[in-house]
């Protein structure tokens, strides 16, 4: 699996990009294209908080596209039916009797509470993300990511 991360700047409110990442490339001197990130070269104490590093899980969507923690992912091209990437604990469900059963830690899926139905259970259980769930529910990455929509509702 390629190891790999995307980085989302909580005071900027946007993705860091590769040209917009200057730290630690020649302490000596400074770039000259951008100023951009220098304060946190100035200040590194202060931003500690700042960024929230996202993972790549190693896997990609039915179109192709990379999924990272955080990425909000469309079921069967149905904006109702809306999934969060996660990595982290979730129970291991019976399908039949809805038991819990064990608990795991992994990528998984957490449902976004959109409509009446993804309340219910079992559409609002946490689901294992892999090729196979991928697949067999149409996973498309959302165009916005989780940050991206939260930052619209702070504006609105």
């Known amino acids: 699996m390629e190891i790999k991360y995307r980085a989302w700047d909580k005071g ?7 040209g917009n990442v200057f730290i630690g490339i020649n302490p000596k001197s ?23 590093i996202e993972p790549f899980t190693g896997l990609k969507d039915i179109n ?21 990437v996660e990595y982290g604990e979730f129970y291991v469900i019976n399908v039949e009797t809805l038991e819990k059963i ?8 957490d449902v976004l509470k959109t409509d009446g139905i993804s309340m219910c259970e079992p559409f609002c259980l946490s689901m294992p993300l892999t090729e196979e769930y ?14 991206e929509v939260e930052m619209e509702k702070v504006i609105k």
Not at 102 to 109: F, S
Request: charged share 35%; glycine share 6%; net charge positive.
């Open 12 to 18: 900027r409110k946007e993705y860091l990009s590769a």
């Open 30 to 52: 400074r770039p000259k294209e951008s100023n951009i990130y220098l304060d946190l070269i100035d200040h590194p104490d202060m931003y500690k908080d700042r960024f929230i």
């Open 64 to 84: 192709g596209n990379e999924i990272y923690k955080g990425d909000r992912l469309r079921s069967h091209g149905n904006n109702d039916d809306i999934v969060v």
């Open 102 to 109: 064990d608990k795991v830690i992994g990528w998984h899926t």
């Open 134 to 147: 991928i697949q067999r529910c149409g996973y498309e990455v959302l165009r916005k990511t989780i940050h």
